[in-house]
Nanobody
Framework: QVKLVESGGGLVQPGGSLRLTCATS???????????LAWYRQASGKQRELVAE???????NYADSVKGRFTVSKDNSRKRVYLQMDSLKPEDTAVYYC?????????WGQGTQVTVSS
């Protein structure tokens, strides 16, 4: 059974940093390493949006709003995905979700709350 669990969210002041981790289970290594891995977020009253993604070849793509501040990475051996968030702004406040898309299916975690406030 596939499972994605996000952690690392919390309350941080503007300008601060957080590192989100998505720990996965149920994937065989070859499927994980060949999948598209992504982070999405959903702010209160807004639609879920793509924040960052990393491909099987480690190409990355970021939303314009986070370029230069967020970094997505993965550890295939540990089957984990990370999102390093620096220079956080109040508008980054949202629930952040891990997403994995393999050849046949798409999987979501339960989300972790990030709140940026002074």
């Amino acid at each position: 059974q596939v499972k994605l669990v996000e952690s690392g969210g919390g309350l941080v002041q503007p300008g601060g940093s957080l590192r989100l981790t998505c720990a996965t289970s149920g994937f065989i290594l070859s499927v994980f390493s060949s999948s598209r891995l992504a982070w999405y977020r959903q702010a209160s009253g807004k639609q879920r949006e793509l924040v960052a993604e990393i491909t099987n070849t480690r190409d990355t793509n970021y939303a314009d709003s986070v370029k230069g501040r967020f970094t997505v990475s993965k550890d295939n051996s540990r089957k984990r995905v990370y999102l390093q968030m620096d220079s956080l702004k109040p508008e980054d406040t949202a629930v952040y979700y891990c997403n994995i898309q393999d050849q046949y299916n798409q999987y979501w975690g339960q989300g972790t709350q990030v709140t940026v406030s002074s």
